[in-house]
């Protein structure tokens, strides 16, 4: 009995060393005490309030490329490019009563073609259960008078969008971006976002060819016909990439979940992998990483008015690895023109 004791001692001696190592590696940085300064705020948040810095880097770093309007009873086709094309019937729109809006509808959308705009967006190519080579991705809001507005039941709207090669990815499918909050015409941070495969009710997928330019290839795009608004994803299950592990980013004690985000990109392939906070390390996590490539590994934070970008570029993953980064001062600029590197 005597032995078992001491056994047992000893465990619970290494688990407070380890733990203590733990909390040590964590909380070490360059944490500096900033009179009268948002700095000084180093605590984290289980929940993340409307007013955080983090939902004003998001408001700051989504541009949606393209807006237009329409009469809600007569509808219309709107061309915003040559490779981005949405047709909306006369009475497609209601409001969160259900009535018909017969009038004057805003129409707003972002487009993520390349790995910046997701990161700029909060959002990842994989969702809880398997990592996403996605080709391209959209968002589309609607409102009427400042309210956000949906499409009408039995009503289905039409989106034509194509990549810059003018050729659709094989074996793509339809993911929803399944939202938590309540919907609005401003983006917010959504810890439970998630891609989720669409209902063969709700979206259909075709390709839709035109001729191209004499000699050359027919121009391809997809083409989505769908009830449903906001956010939309055309991907593909990433199976081919190898072993897969966890990888945690720590950030200095000044940078929390409610000011900070983290995301990992690779070289080789279309993915940007969101790190989520994980509370009980303090600091930001994804499991759903691809060992053994190089990637890169940015964040952005929002103190103040102040902005910070923090970046290193990792030559091999291997098990269980732990990042550290030091994010320095830059303008919203300098932090858009970095991303557009990756």
Known sequence: ??????????????????????????????????????????????????????????????????????????????????????????????????????????????????????????????????????????????????????????????????????????????????ESGVLTTQLQMDPLFNWNEASLNQFQLAIFKQAGNPGSKDIEQYSITTNQLRWILIARPFQQIGSLGKLNVILPPNFTNKNSLVFMTTDDYNLSIELKPELNSRSFSANLVPLQKKVHIVSISLIGNQFYFGETDVKTLYNTPVISLKPQKKSLNQILLELKKL
């Not at 790995?115 to 996605?134: D, W, Y």
């Not at 589309?140 to 009503?155: C, D, R, T, V």
Request: glycine share 6%; net charge positive; charged share 20%.
């Open 1 to 178: 009995m005597l032995t078992k004791l001491r056994k047992y001692g000893l465990f619970a001696a290494i688990g407070l060393m380890l733990f203590a190592s733990c909390n040590k590696e964590v909380s070490e940085g360059n944490f500096t005490l900033y009179s009268g300064n948002d700095m000084n705020d180093t605590s984290w948040s289980a929940s993340i309030p409307t007013n955080a810095a983090i939902n004003r880097i998001i408001d700051s770093t989504a541009v949606y490329q393209y807006k237009d309007s329409l009469i809600g009873a007569v509808g219309k086709t709107i061309t915003f490019t040559d490779r981005l094309k949405i047709i909306f019937p006369a009475n497609a729109f209601i409001n969160s009563s259900g009535n018909l809006i017969p009038g004057k509808v805003e129409v707003k959308v972002l487009v993520m073609r390349e790995k910046s705009a997701f990161i700029r967006t909060l959002k990842s190519t994989h969702n809880n259960a398997e990592l996403l080579e996605s080709d391209l991705g959209i968002c589309i809001l609607a409102s009427s008078n400042g309210q956000a507005i949906n499409i009408a039941p039995a009503i289905s709207y039409q989106i034509r969008i194509g990549n810059e090669d003018n050729i659709v990815m094989q074996q793509m499918r339809i993911y929803r971006g399944e």
